[in-house]
Nanobody, 113 residues
């Protein structure tokens, strides 16, 4: 079993930055990729960025050039650096571990205009 715990959410003004963290524990050897998703009220959950076990990354067009996913293997932690935040980035952000589909509890990000 794997546990994922997100942190780092909060309230920020438009144009600001936040860094989210996803700390993994348990059977972390089973994780082949970590992704960040978000879900805004009334909208479907959206995949934003993923980092694979080989270190390769991929981003959704909506965040490409603004968000950066990275990891610290020693800390079993994946980060999402979010820059140039917009009000439409307001959502609950979730960490996901693949391929077995582990989810964290989510962290709220609110961007004020």
């Amino acid at each position: 079993q794997v546990q994922l715990v997100e942190s780092g959410g909060g309230l920020v003004q438009a144009g600001g930055s936040l860094r989210l963290s996803c700390a993994a524990s348990g059977s972390t050897f089973s994780i082949k990729a970590i992704g960040w998703h978000r879900q805004a009220p009334g909208k479907q959950r959206e995949l934003l960025a993923v980092i694979r076990s080989d270190g390769s990354t991929a981003y959704a067009d909506s965040v490409k050039g603004r968000f950066i996913i990275s990891r610290d293997n020693d800390k079993n932690t994946v980060y999402l650096q979010m820059n140039s935040l917009k009000p439409e980035d307001t959502a609950v952000y979730y960490c996901w571990g693949g391929p077995y589909g582990y989810w964290g509890q989510g962290t709220q990000v609110t961007v004020s205009s």
